[in-house]
C-alpha cells in the first residue's frame, strides 16, 4: 500500500538558518505529492503540492521538487524565520485518498 | 467562504457521557473526511463520505463512534459512551475530489476533545 516516511523530529533552528526536512514515499502508479503545515491550536493547511515527476512546488520560500527517481519530496527553505515554527506533514494523494506522514515539528529561535 | 467550519473548539466531558462533534464543510466540495490526531499515533483517518454517503469508515476505532452527514452542509462525528482514550483533536476536512491530483483538503480548525 501507500506509505510516507517522514525525517523525524523535533528540529531546532535558529533564525535565516538553511532548513531541511526530508519526506520519502511508497506508492504505486502516479501520486500527487503535497507539504501541508500546521501551526499551534490550527487545523493543517496546504503549503505547496506536486502532482508530475520533476515538478517544482513552492510557496512562502519553501520549495519541494517531486523526485520519482528517489520517491522523495523534501522540503527546503533557504532561510527560515521565527514564524515558521510549526508541524509540517508531508502527504501522499492516490486515486484513494491522502495519506500523511506522521509529521516534523520544526521551532525556529531567534 | 469561510472555509471548514467545525464545533466546539474545545469540549471536556466526563467518562460515559455522549459526545457530538460538529463540522460544515466548503459549499461545493463533495468530499468529507474525519481525522484524529493524538501524539502517540499522528492524524488517523476515521471516515469520508461522498455526496453524503459514507465510503470508508474502516478507521473508526470502535463501535462506540458514529458519523453521519444528512446533507451536503453538515456532519457530525458522536462517541458514545466517552472514555478518557478518546481525548484527541478531531479534526473534519472537505476537498472537491478524492483523487488529490489537483486538489488538496480543506481542513477545519479542530475540536480539542478531554475526556476526564
Known amino acids: 500500500g501507500n506509505s510516507v516516511t517522514q525525517m523525524e523530529g523535533p528540529v531546532t533552528l535558529s533564525e535565516e538558518a538553511f532548513l531541511t526536512i526530508n519526506c520519502t514515499y511508497t506508492?504505486?502508479?502516479?501520486?500527487?505529492l503535497f507539504w501541508y503545515v500546521q501551526y499551534p491550536g490550527e487545523g493543517l493547511q496546504l503549503l505547496l503540492k506536486?502532482?508530475?515527476?520533476?515538478d517544482k512546488g513552492s510557496n512562502k520560500g519553501f520549495e519541494a521538487t517531486y523526485r520519482k527517481e528517489t520517491t522523495s519530496f523534501h522540503l527546503e527553505k533557504g532561510s527560515v524565520q521565527v514564524s515558521d515554527s510549526a508541524v509540517y506533514f508531508c502527504a501522499l494523494g492516490s486515486a484513494r485518498q491522502l495519506t500523511f506522514g506522521s509529521g516534523t515539528q520544526l521551532t525556529v529561535l531567534p | 467562504d469561510a472555509g471548514v467550519i467545525q464545533s466546539p473548539r474545545h469540549e471536556v466531558t466526563e467518562m460515559g457521557q455522549e459526545v457530538t462533534l460538529r463540522c460544515k464543510p466548503i459549499?461545493?466540495?463533495?468530499?468529507l473526511f474525519w481525522y484524529r490526531q493524538t501524539m502517540m499515533r499522528g492524524l488517523e483517518l476515521l471516515i469520508y463520505?461522498?455526496?453524503?454517503?459514507?465510503?470508508?469508515d474502516s478507521g473508526m476505532p470502535e463501535d462506540r463512534f458514529s458519523a453521519k452527514m444528512p446533507n451536503a452542509s453538515f456532519s457530525t462525528l458522536k462517541i458514545q459512551p466517552s472514555e478518557p482514550r478518546d481525548s484527541a483533536v478531531y479534526f473534519c476536512?472537505?476537498?472537491?475530489?478524492?483523487?488529490?491530483?489537483?486538489?488538496?483538503?480543506?481542513f477545519g480548525s479542530g475540536t480539542r476533545l478531554t475526556v476526564v
Open positions: 506508492a504505486t502508479g502516479y501520486p500527487s
Open positions: 506536486a502532482t508530475k515527476a520533476d
Open positions: 463520505f461522498n455526496n453524503n454517503v459514507p465510503i470508508d
Open positions: 459549499s461545493g466540495h463533495d468530499y
Open positions: 476536512a472537505s476537498s472537491l475530489a478524492l483523487s488529490s491530483s489537483n486538489y488538496g483538503y480543506t
